[in-house]
């Protein structure tokens, strides 16, 4: 059984940590790296040596606020990670071991320390985190670090914020987020519309042209209630477009007037990955469980390999839409 943790105690148990590597969901959003970077700097300022494992690199749209020869110098592959000795791991933003990818088995070579927010949490390593409360884990870690802080940590930790909370939009930002960002922009000068821009605007001409595409195969059910949308991985090759280009693409469905529960289908090399958001109390996180996902009662994933777009559009689909129904006719 893994122990849980209190703030305080993960500030004394990662002073003592040495050789550390610092992993990430696949596919890491901005919170994700940016948590992962701002603890990264926390280890090397005090001399330690750590990195953080990618299975791919990291997205333009989502590197802005790194340091390039960081990046290329502390960020490694699986293969290398392999090659190096790890007193610690440290697992950031993930809720499922298996969300780890192909980084999943460090888990049971090496004492394990979790860090997350989310509220499909399984509890996995040696010592975990876990609080929903907080928006994002880069929060988490402004409460860690908030006395080790320096202008490029809180960066990366107000761009994970940010983006977490869709520029201060959700339901996950209170008070209490609203003094520490304060805080972050008084003491550190954050040019808080550079970091708008590169997360939410900065779109190429050609990620432009896929929205449109997406916009054309949206689907509406429910009176308009459920939008569904969808990816065919030949958009992406019609328009030659880059990994960076294909991230975040289910607020095209999800801002449709009307739309309270979307559904975004991205078609994939070995399958599909499906992004549900939610703008009641019907909880996504819950539901993307049932086929092996989870994340945030208002917005959660499911990723399902060895299948295609056709049988996600006849069966899953279906199937979501089937579980909002459930829950919409015991409304009041």
Partial sequence: MSESLKIKNIRKKIAKMDQILILMHGSPDIDAIGSAYALLLFFLKKGKKAFIGIEESIPSRYSFFLDKEKQNQFFITKKEADSRLWEWVIALDTSDVRLLGEFKDMIGKHPVLVLDHHATFHPYGAFHFNNPSYSSTSEILFDILEKEL???????????????????????????????????????????????????????IERKKLSCL?????????????????????????????????????????????????????????????????????????LAENWGGGGHQKASGIKIKNTTLEKSRTELVPALIQHYKKWRENQP
């Avoid at 761009?159 to 550190?188: C, M, N, Q, W």
């Fill in 150 to 204: 320096d202008y490029e940590k809180a960066l990366s930790l107000y761009a994970g914020i940010v983006y977490d909370t869709g520029h201060f939009r959700y339901s996950s930002t209170t008070p209490a987020l609203l003094r520490k960002i304060a805080f972050l922009i008084e003491k550190y000068q954050i040019n808080t519309e550079w970091v708008y821009y590169h997360i939410f605007e900065n779109e190429s």
């Fill in 214 to 286: 997406i916009s054309s195969t949206i689907e509406s059910y429910e009176k308009n209630e459920v939008i569904v949308s969808y990816f065919p991985l030949r958009f992406k090759q019609e328009l030659n477009l880059n990994e960076s280009d294909t991230s975040d693409l289910v607020f095209v469905g999800n801002s449709v007037a009307g739309c309270l529960f979307s559904i975004f289908v991205k078609e994939k090399k070995d399958g599909v990955s499906v992004s549900l958001r939610s703008r009641t109390d019907f909880d996504v996180a819950g």
